[in-house]
């Protein structure tokens, strides 16, 4: 279990790191928290030629919440975030990242770099799919923002080309009347999820559901993104009966198998889980103390 | 391999002291410390990130030494079990808690432990229960069934509060 000889540069600054990236094209991979890539490596599951090491790109290491997103730099480690006052606008990113394996892979690992590496069953693309997020992708041509829907293309797929280093995700914050709400289920607490939803309901000025989606790990290669409006639309959170909408739920997933779990169990937890995200969702919209999703 | 792999130089603070080796970019930074630097109390488990027991701390917080490149923590300050101990070489609070209550057996997992939980005290001095578990769940024990290593976390705190002349 030991990584494969590889190439290394460490870049003092953003401008050398995209020099480097250009110059390697297709040979580079770039290094920041490590967190999968490393044991990747050591599984030899990933044989990169080189490594640009980002780690040295302070500048990349910010949170802050400005023009209704919350940004976070390519360097912001998954505690960072967790920590950070500019992530409470955005109640959903701290309930999804206490999901993100333990304590010590989150001092190391970054949100950024979990988006990129793009895992099915990895908490944070789902969220920044929910919310309809995007990613800042630069490059020493210039730069581009891609919005989730077109970010994520397939396991372990991202639509970050050979040069490019992304710098930064922007979630969107949280609307007026809007509530949150994030469940998995896992063999073992930290282990990657069997099956996960993130969800968000938004209330019209009446008070009744006006908007309500889920987005779904560990079910498809992609984070899958559901619009449940049209089951729970018009009805106040505490009359809404929410057996429709997993109905729906269960409809329009199609899981795999794996070692873990049959596509049937994975359907069921789907429901499951949609349940309980969607009432912790309409409790924090409609103003409830805040609960624990079970 | 027809040509040598390039190294590269090293440099970090280990338990206080500064030291350095010639790694390749691939050297991950347990095998480093183990084998480079000498220093074998950092226990190597599964070797990718699910057992803990290569916990150390960078910079003040606990990681997995095996998910870390030794090249990727040049220039960090990093404390392994070796650096637990007080100054005058008498056990550290957590080091005590853990003898005075039988907080292991084999002994492979604990310097997993040990800087997990130095670290989990320093930012939760007086954790509950259910912090305790929180603090602790990322670490592996075959041995002890947890409950000891449990029992282990709370004496070390009341050990740190006596030592500190708190009630």
């Known amino acids: 279990m030991k990584p494969p000889p590889v190439g290394y540069s460490r870049p003092a600054s953003v401008a050398e790191a995209l020099t480097t990236l250009a110059a390697l094209g297709p040979e580079a991979k770039i290094l920041a928290g490590g967190q999968s890539l490393v044991p990747l490596m050591s599984m030899r599951l990933a044989a990169p030629a080189h490594l640009v090491d980002i780690n040295r790109l302070a500048d990349l290491s910010y949170v802050r919440h400005d023009a209704g997103q919350v940004r976070v730099g390519a360097l912001a480690r998954h505690a960072q975030v967790l920590a950070s006052p500019s992530a409470t606008v955005q109640p959903l990113l701290a309930k999804a990242l206490r999901h993100v394996a333990h304590p010590a892979i989150r001092n190391r690992g970054t949100t950024v770099g979990s988006i990129v590496h793009a895992y099915p069953a990895a908490e944070m693309p789902a969220v920044l799919a929910l919310l309809g997020g995007s990613v800042r992708l630069v490059s020493a041509s210039g730069e581009r923002l891609v919005s989730a829907s077109d970010f994520f293309l397939g396991v372990l797929e991202s639509a970050a080309e050979p040069g490019e280093l992304a710098t930064e995700v922007a979630f969107p914050v949280l609307p007026p009347r809007a509530g949150t709400g994030f469940a998995e289920i896992s063999r073992r607490r930290g282990d990657y999820a069997i099956c996960g939803v993130a969800a968000m309901v938004r209330l019209a000025a009446d008070g009744t559901v006006d908007d309500a989606r889920a987005a779904y790990l560990s079910v498809g290669p992609c984070p899958q993104v559901l619009d449940l409006t049209e089951k729970l639309a018009g009805v106040a959170p505490g009359a809404v009966s929410l057996s429709a909408a997993v109905q729906l739920v269960r409809e329009r997933v199609d899981p795999e198998p794996d070692i873990h779990a049959t596509a049937d169990y994975r359907r069921h937890l789907a429901g499951v889980l949609t349940e309980r995200a969607l009432l912790e969702s309409l409790g924090e919209a409609a103003g409830e103390p805040k609960g624990e999703a079970a | ?167």
């Open chain 2, 1 to 167: 391999m027809t040509k040598p792999e390039e190294l590269h130089e090293v440099a970090m603070t280990v338990n206080g002291a500064t030291r350095t080796a010639r790694v390749p970019a691939r050297r991950l930074l347990s095998d480093c410390l183990r084998h480079d630097l000498g220093l074998t109390g950092t226990h190597v488990g599964c070797e990718h990130g699910v057992c803990g027991a290569c916990t150390i701390l960078l910079d003040g917080a606990p990681v997995r030494s095996c998910l870390l490149l030794a090249v990727s923590a040049d220039g960090a300050k990093i404390t392994t079990v070796e650096g637990l101990a007080e100054p005058d070489g008498s056990l550290s609070a957590v080091q005590q808690a853990f003898t005075e209550c039988h907080g292991l057996q084999c002994g492979f997992c604990t310097p997993g432990f040990l800087t997990t939980i130095t670290a989990g005290l320093r930012a939760v001095p007086e954790p509950t229960d259910d912090q305790i578990r929180e603090m602790v769940g990322g670490n592996l024990c075959r041995c002890t069934g947890y409950q000891n290593i449990v029992a282990s976390v709370r004496r070390a705190a009341q050990i740190q509060r006596d030592r500190a002349g708190r009630p």
